[in-house]
């Protein structure tokens, strides 16, 4: 099978999960996890390892094959969309960062299951350099999507000097098994995701382990073993800020979809007419909708595109066009949240009802929406510096 012929079944996979994971998105919210069942079709469709290494059992697949697969499962349920975009961005990441050492101890025992999941910002951490690697004395992280089911882990631990001043950012990696899964993630939307917290406490992280994040921002990674494929030089950073907003495509495109199917049997009432989709305000209202949904479809898919486009060039994306990946990635949130307002709105109040469609995907977006990496504020402002001769705020980017 050709790697065409192979992106193309990955889509389908996903495009044929799709009803079952909405008759599912009740149980797997109320679970506050991702149902056993959702996770065996997710794995046999191979949709964790869309951007895993072949040599490790994945497809290498591109970015743009990775939206396309994150949207549509998205488009199923929220929580399902949000586990397959942050467990198989991990892929990319761990293979990037690492060294073929460290690929070969996650991989080499038994490959088919390992799933990956992390936190890059840790809310405490408490850490020390000694011979042969760190000992993390205590670290807290929060919002540690997939760790219900991962088998791996990808952590940010940040380095500070005498005077408490941050020096370096350590990317590190470690079984799941030497970490302790909190019950916290009791929340307003994407709860099927069980994104608890973790903790660390005494553990031994080894230097082939640990790699710097500030080196790796700017494309230099350790693993030498995997320089020949495009794939693996794709920007780190607003590679991960694209997983977190895709979902949220997903999630409005199936807002759209159950507004139109719906509509044709809704009656008005003082509207004018007998039918609500005989109005002008809901064309106009639909219309606006869909139109803004397709705005952010092309602000996403162009960060894909130029993010592939760069990885196949040969040469790592420059800072500039990193920072304006962002503000398309901040922007297309805005649109998104826009477009869902404007549905609701031509809704009625019926949406308010537990256990209705609208609901759950107002919830699930609002609850994406807030991350503060996606806030179309600060990429908007971000960019706007770099465009007006300015240095970006975001530093490290």
């Given at each position: ?14 495009r ?38 072949k ?152 230097d ?9 921002l ?71 909708a ?10 996403f ?9 760069w ?9 500039h ?33 537990e ?16 991350h ?26």
């Amino acid at each position: 099978m050709t790697k065409v012929m192979e992106i193309d079944v990955l889509l389908q996979r996903a495009r044929e999960m799709v009803p079952g994971l909405r008759e599912r998105a009740k149980e797997t919210e109320e679970m506050r996890r991702i149902p056993e069942s959702t996770m065996k079709e997710l794995k046999e469709a191979g949709l964790f390892k869309m951007l895993r290494p072949k040599k490790y059992g994945g497809f290498e697949a591109d970015m743009k094959t990775y939206s396309d697969v994150v949207v549509e499962i998205s488009k199923g349920c929220g929580s399902t969309g949000w586990i397959v975009a942050l467990c198989a961005i991990r892929e990319l990441m761990v293979a990037q960062s690492f060294s073929e050492k460290t690929h070969l101890e996650i991989f080499g025992q038994n490959e088919e299951d390992v799933l990956f999941a992390g936190v890059y910002e840790p809310r405490k951490c408490l850490a020390r350099k000694v011979d042969g690697g760190y000992i993390v004395e205590e670290g807290f992280w929060m919002f540690c999507s997939g760790s219900l089911h991962a088998t791996w882990g990808y952590f940010g631990l940040p380095i500070t000097d005498e005077n408490g001043k941050l020096v370096d950012q350590i990317l590190l990696t470690l079984p799941f098994n030497e970490m302790e899964i909190m019950d916290d993630w009791y929340t307003m939307g994407l709860r099927g995701t069980g994104s608890n917290s973790v903790k660390m406490n005494n553990v031994f992280i080894p230097d082939h382990r640990a790699t710097s994040f500030v080196e790796a921002l700017e494309g230099s990674f350790q693993s030498k073993h995997l320089r020949s494929i495009p794939l693996y030089n794709t920007a780190l950073f607003p590679a991960l800020i694209l997983s977190l907003g895709l979902p949220g495509l997903g999630l409005v495109k199936h807002a759209l979809e159950f507004f139109q199917e719906v509509l044709p049997n809704r009656k008005a009432v003082h509207m004018g007419v007998d039918y609500i989709k005989d109005a002008a305000s809901t064309h106009a209202i639909v219309a606006d909708a869909s139109l803004k949904i397709d705005s952010a479809s092309m602000h996403f898919y162009r960060v894909a595109d130029e993010l592939d486009k760069w990885a196949e060039s040969g040469k790592y994306m420059d800072r500039h066009e990193r920072v304006k990946a962002l503000a398309d990635i901040g922007y297309a949130n805005q649109l998104l949240k826009e477009a869902l307002d404007l549905l609701l709105l031509g809704s009625g109040s019926g949406y308010v009802y537990e256990g209705h469609p609208l609901q759950r995907i107002f919830r699930d977006f609002m609850t994406l929406y807030s991350h503060r990496s996606l806030s179309p504020t600060v990429t908007k402002e971000n960019y706007g510096r770099v465009l007006s001769g300015l240095e970006s705020n975001a530093i490290r980017y």
